[in-house]
């Protein structure tokens, strides 16, 4: 009960600092993810001519193909 009560404590003082950290880490993971996937799923003209081509004919007249 004790460690309980000391636990909401030290969160009710540090409540702006922990999440400032929270918000710090959120935003640079988030950036890192956007990051990569911006690297790793760059498509050249050719490959994204091909992937609209196949989105289209799979779902023409919105029927699943």
Do not use: S
């Amino acid at each position: 009960m004790f460690g309980a009560l000391l636990i909401l404590c030290f969160i009710e003082v540090n409540t702006k600092q922990l999440r400032d950290h929270f918000q710090f880490a959120y935003q640079l993971g988030r950036d890192d993810g956007e990051n990569l996937a911006r690297f790793q799923y760059q498509l050249t003209d050719e490959q994204m001519r091909y992937e609209c081509e196949r989105l289209h004919w799979e779902t023409l007249d919105g029927m699943p193909r």
